[in-house]
């Protein structure tokens, strides 16, 4: 014989040979030598060493128990004292009643939809999150949500939670804000076969998610070949000349072409500009030689002006003195007054006017 006993809490289950035989409660007992007890702690889960459908043929014992099946397309919620514990998966649980507050909420995970009944502080719990699959997006996204590849519907920002289970789940997000599209380098012929380059740029915006994603594959990069081809027509109906005097026209008339097709591509183009259009060497040193050349004449005819001008200048003085012997010699005195500043000294004899013998010394001889 050996004594066992069970104190508050525990609950003891006697075998004989390996055959169940009883349940023992709170309390001082003694057991024949070919007998044995496992102790349970009524707080845990109950773990059976036999086939739990035998020691539910006990009323007593399946009294204290609690016996939950979770199906394959289930999850069961597992609070103790209104706290989530655990969350049981597909398979058969047993729990001991009485001492914990244990309550036992299914939740169907064949849809992938969480249903609005679960308190959504419990997302927290790494219990729970295991088994949901989360997507973000952000205020300034929209995304198209794909169920086993079939556009459910389209999601505004937010964040959802769907259930882990058999079915795909995909969300493709586009950036709603204002894009701006870069086309660098390109290099065009006009004409007259010039080779160019060209640095266009392109502000846009999505407007329909579903005709960007669905029906068109890489939508922004259709959008700039849409882009370069406009380019490409543009530049190649003017020469070279007729380009430089027209680029302020090249955004309007690329934005113009462009915008006719945007809206089977769920865009809407905002503006277009152009940076820069960039000249070959050979053609950039031949532009600069004709702008040399350029400024040169002008400069030859602006100084033929100016010539022009001082001579009627001068003639019209000369015609003025011809008519007043006074403005003649008051000419003449200044002429002489300029040459003698750039003479050291000068020597006169005799009693000559002095003016008369200055004109004679810077006379001419004929």
Known sequence: ?????????????????GEYQKLLTKGTYWLGFNKNVIVYDTTKEFSATVAIEILLKDEKLAE????????????????ENENLKKVLSAGRYVYWKGLLNRTFTTVDVSDVNISKNID????????????????????????????????????????????????????????????????TGQELLTKDKANIRINFYTQYKVTDIEKALLRNKDYEKQLYILMQLALRTYVG????????????TIAKSV??????????????????????????????????????????AQANIITRREETASTRSLLN?????????MLFKLKEMEYVEKIADKIGEISLSGNGNMVKQLKEIFAVNK
């Open 237 to 248: 109906s003017f020469t070279l000349d007729e380009l430089l005097a027209e680029k302020d």
């Open 64 to 79: 204290m128990l609690t016996v939950v099946d979770v199906k394959d397309t289930e999850l069961v919620l597992l609070h």
């Open 255 to 296: 934005y113009d072409e462009v915008a006719k097709s945007t809206n089977d591509l769920g865009v809407e183009v905002i503006n277009c500009g152009i940076r820069d259009i960039i000249l070959p060497g050979d053609m950039k040193e031949i532009m600069n030689q004709v702008l040399v050349a350029q400024k040169k």
């Open 317 to 325: 003085t000369a015609k003025l003195m011809e008519n007043n012997e």
């Open 1 to 17: 014989m050996k004594k066992v006993r069970i104190n508050t809490g525990k609950l003891g289950l006697v075998f004989k040979n």
């Open 120 to 183: 959504k502080n419990l997302f927290k719990n790494y219990e729970l999150t295991k088994y949901i699959r989360l997507f973000e997006v952000a205020n300034f996204e929209k995304a198209i949500l794909l169920i086993d590849d079939v556009h459910a519907k389209t999601l505004e920002g937010g964040t959802y939670r769907f259930w882990k289970n058999n079915t795909s789940i995909k969300i493709a997000k586009v950036d709603t804000r204002q894009l701006q599209l870069e086309i």
